[in-house]
């Protein structure tokens, strides 16, 4: 006698169709994972709703009359091998310093100082420290015309470095470094300076440097270089590469 044997899990109601079946089995999102993108999307919309509303704050300049009363001044040493130069170019420091940047100036013949001194024609806080920059820079011996930059341009910097912190030299090893850096007739010094867009000033032992920080870093990585030792022709390729890394990111 043959016996039909049920199979677990196989039979099916008689009296349910087969579209039914269909419709019972369909997968249903859960309330949880709607409440989460609806959480999400408002989320969103705050943030943006944040960034449009947080917008770049505009402070108009604070003029000199407003400073609290009382002028701010700022004192910066001459020293004595630059008397003379600063006396020869005094009108060219003298007139952006009052004419642009609205403020006073003075040489202090008893201290030896130059003072530089807000007063009520002043527009601008920060012009007080361009100032100071700008006489700073031509006391470390660069040009006029370079260290007006500084005033002119927000993103110039000074930095300023001894050959001995690179490496501990003396005598006849540290002659031959301030070479390697000034090269013959100051060729490589000129190099440097086109290439990284810089200036470069050699006062005995301390390298003085003007320009932007990327420039400021590529320049004084080369120099570096100089200084331990590497041949200036490698020393060339290098900083051109670097140079032409950096004008390809812009």
């Known amino acids: 006698m043959e016996m039909d044997i049920p199979v677990k899990g196989a039979a099916v109601s008689p009296g349910i169709d087969s579209q039914n079946a269909n419709e019972e089995f369909k997968s249903v999102r859960s309330k949880k994972s709607n409440s989460k993108r609806k959480r ?5 919309q705050m943030e943006t709703e944040v960034h449009a ?7 108009p300049p604070i003029s000199g009359d407003k400073l609290d009363g009382t002028d701010d001044m700022r004192k910066i040493a ?9 006396k020869e170019n005094w009108m060219k420091i003298y007139t952006p310093i009052v004419e642009h940047l609205q403020l006073q100036i003075r040489f202090n013949l008893k201290t030896r100082n130059v003072e530089i001194k807000t007063c009520k024609e002043t527009q601008d806080i920060s012009s007080l420290t361009k100032a100071t920059d700008f006489v700073k820079a031509f006391l470390l011996g660069f040009q006029v015309e370079d260290a007006l930059a500084l005033i002119r341009l927000d993103d110039l910097f000074l930095e300023t470095f001894d050959v001995t912190d690179v490496k501990p030299l003396k005598g006849d090893h540290l002659s031959r470094a301030i070479g390697r850096i ?14 990284t867009r810089t200036r470069i000033v050699l006062a005995d032992a301390k390298v003085h440097l003007l320009g932007s920080f990327q420039n400021i870093k590529m320049a004084r990585t080369a120099i570096c270089n100089l200084i ?19 004008a390809e990111r812009f």
Request: aromatic share 8%.
């Open 228 to 246: 331990l030792g590497s041949p200036p022709s490698k020393v060339y390729g290098n900083i051109r590469a670097v140079a032409s890394r950096a």
């Open 53 to 59: 509303a947080a917008k770049r704050p505009e402070f």
């Open 182 to 195: 000034a090269g013959k007739g100051g060729k490589t010094k000129f190099t440097i300076e086109n290439v």
């Open 78 to 86: 001459v020293p004595s091998h630059r008397y003379t130069p600063l």
């Open 40 to 44: 999400k999307l408002e989320d969103g």
